[in-house]
């Protein structure tokens, strides 16, 4: 069974910098996408960034210059990252690491979650 665990919110001010964190286990096969998504109250779910097998990216244009999505180096650690820079109060909300299967465990997974708040 697919597992993802997320890490790396927290609080912090306008202007700085956070990394997050998933590790996706429970499977031999490497996901064929990696993505991050984030939801504030009262909106709907967003997808931040998003990295593929081939290390093709995407960026909602809000983050574009500011986040960065990778994949642990290591092919065995289904690890993927989204460095956060120069934060704004807007990109408050829960962030959520989402995994895509195309072989083995097919289908799609989501993590539990990690808050982010920026503020001063």
């Known amino acids: 069974q697919v597992q993802l665990v997320e890490s790396g919110g927290g609080l912090v001010q306008p202007g700085g910098s956070l990394r997050l964190s998933c590790a996706a286990s429970g499977s031999i096969f490497r996901p064929n996408a990696m993505a991050w998504y984030r939801q504030a109250p009262g909106t709907q779910r967003e997808l931040v960034a998003r990295?593929?097998?081939?290390?093709?990216?995407?960026?909602v244009d809000s983050v574009k210059g500011r986040f960065t999505i990778s994949r642990a180096r290591d092919n065995a650690k289904n690890t993927v990252y989204l460095q956060m820079n120069s934060l704004k109060p807007e990109d408050t909300a829960v962030y959520l690491c989402?995994?895509?299967?195309?072989?083995?465990?097919?289908?799609?997974?989501w993590g539990q979650g990690t808050q982010v708040t920026v503020s001063s």
């Open positions: 990295i593929t097998l081939d290390g093709s990216t995407y960026y």
């Open positions: 989402n995994v895509e299967y195309v072989v083995g465990p097919r289908g799609t997974y």
